[in-house]
């Protein structure tokens, strides 16, 4: 089982900027495939951004450009910087994981991840 803390998030007015972190196992820091999931019931969830466990990232168009995934393996954190936010990313945000060896993972792939944070409230008006 992969335990992933998910900290940060928060209220924020428009144009503002917030960060997530998910403190990611040691094992799984390196190795996994990462991402951020983002749900606002009764919207259908989206996957926002991976990171491979080889580095390549890759961002959903509703957030390229404002939103920034990243990892420090010393630290063993997944962050996500999220500048620019607007009322539509209002939505309970996810940290996601899992083992993907062999293929680069796009941020379809992210709702099938095996292992998920607690999630974080991110409301922004």
């Known amino acids: 089982q992969v335990q992933l803390v998910e900290s940060g998030g928060g209220s924020v007015q428009a144009g503002g900027s917030l960060r997530l972190s998910c403190a990611v196992p040691?094992?799984?820091?390196?190795?996994?495939?990462m991402g951020w999931y983002r749900q606002d019931p009764p919207k259908i969830g989206e996957g926002v951004a991976v990171?491979?466990?080889?580095?390549?990232?890759a961002y959903a168009g509703s957030v390229k450009g404002r939103f920034t995934i990243s990892k420090d393996i010393i630290k063993k954190t997944l962050y996500f910087q999220m500048d620019n936010l607007q009322p539509e990313d209002t939505a309970i945000y996810y940290c996601?994981?899992?083992?993907?060896?062999?293929?680069?993972?796009?941020?379809?792939?992210?709702?099938?991840?095996?292992?998920r944070s607690q999630g974080t409230q991110v409301t922004v008006s």
């Open positions: 040691e094992y799984a820091i390196e190795s996994y495939a």
């Open positions: 990171i491979d466990s080889r580095g390549p990232t």
């Open positions: 996601m994981g899992d083992y993907r060896p062999d293929f680069v993972v796009g941020v379809s792939d992210i709702e099938h991840f095996g292992y």
